[in-house]
């Protein structure tokens, strides 16, 4: 079945990371007023490659509802088509994507949340905090703790620091977690894996207990490896699968 794809125009490109090649773009979508989604779905960016064949890729949209707005961040990958084709971008050009889809969403009734991510796993978060702690908008966080581990490799790929520190100043029960597994000696934060430091905040929760109705949730956005492992983390704590919810990017 044929989707209807939407045409979006890029409006701001921004390198977060040199080394890591990873960028942040924004992109106005053709002929709407308004695009709607629900953070932390995805759009599937659709092109032909130079053989004429349809390729097609998945990213998270890494930023919430904003008018006919929508931002991501991707990282170029050796060899890519994709991700080197929207890296390559100029700012005014077009791209089509499918609209949004995806499962990888706030459940409801909201309750205390780890979100859990690596790299450019950290796109779906960054939407979901724009959702709950809108700039100049109602707090939608309804008091709950959110926690945002956010695992990468050295300081540097810490992309959108400033943005979340700023939440994490503003408001008391959103706390934010970067670790780094390859820090300099002068980094004081936290070291080693983000499994590690997700086991440690479920065990120390108050909603630890997983009842029938759990009292808490852990959302998690990366690489299949990373993903096992907090799984395997969580459920030796006895947490319930529905508990966890994930999105691979492999
Ligand atoms: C639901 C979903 C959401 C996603 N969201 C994002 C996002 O927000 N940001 C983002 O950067 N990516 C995201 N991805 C990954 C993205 O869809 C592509 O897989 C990625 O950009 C590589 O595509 P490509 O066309 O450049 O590489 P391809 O041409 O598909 O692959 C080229 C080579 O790179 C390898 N490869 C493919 N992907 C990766 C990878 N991630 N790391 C290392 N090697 C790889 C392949 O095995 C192959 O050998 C998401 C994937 C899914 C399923």
């Not at 092109?47 to 904003?66: C, L, T, V």
């Not at 503003?170 to 300099?184: D, G, H």
């Not at 852990?218 to 030796?236: F, H």
Request: hydrophobic content about 40%; aromatic content about 12%; glycine content about 8%.
């Amino acid at each position: 079945m044929t989707r209807d794809l939407l045409t979006a125009r890029l409006i701001m490109k921004r390198c977060l990371s040199e080394r890591a090649q990873c960028f942040h773009l924004d992109f106005e979508v053709d002929g709407v007023g308004n695009f709607a989604f629900t953070p932390g779905q995805f759009v599937s960016a659709v092109a032909e490659d130079a053989n004429g064949k349809q390729q097609m890729r998945a990213y998270s949209i890494a930023s919430a509802p904003h008018g006919n707005r929508f931002a991501l961040c991707l990282n170029r990958v050796d060899d890519g088509f994709f991700s080197n084709r929207l890296a390559d971008m100029e700012e005014g050009e077009t791209q089509q994507f499918q609209e949004p889809l995806g499962f990888f969403t706030l459940h409801q009734p909201l309750t205390d949340s780890i979100l859990i991510a690596t790299g450019t796993g950290v796109a779906p978060m960054r939407g979901f905090l724009q959702w709950l702690f809108p700039t100049g908008g109602p707090d939608r966080s309804e008091g709950h703790q959110i926690w945002l581990i956010y695992g990468t490799r050295r300081e540097t790929e810490l992309y959108y620091r400033d943005e979340f520190e700023a939440y994490a100043a503003q408001y008391a029960n959103f706390q934010y977690l970067p670790t780094l597994s390859r820090a300099a000696e002068d980094w004081s934060g936290l070291r080693g894996y983000v499994q590690e430091h997700a086991v440690r905040i479920a065990s120390e929760s108050e909603m630890n207990a997983a009842g029938p109705e759990f009292g808490i949730h852990a959302y998690v956005c990366g690489l299949s490896p990373m993903i096992n492992a907090v799984r395997e983390k969580l459920k030796g704590l006895g947490w319930n699968r529905k508990q966890i919810i994930t999105e691979r990017y492999d």
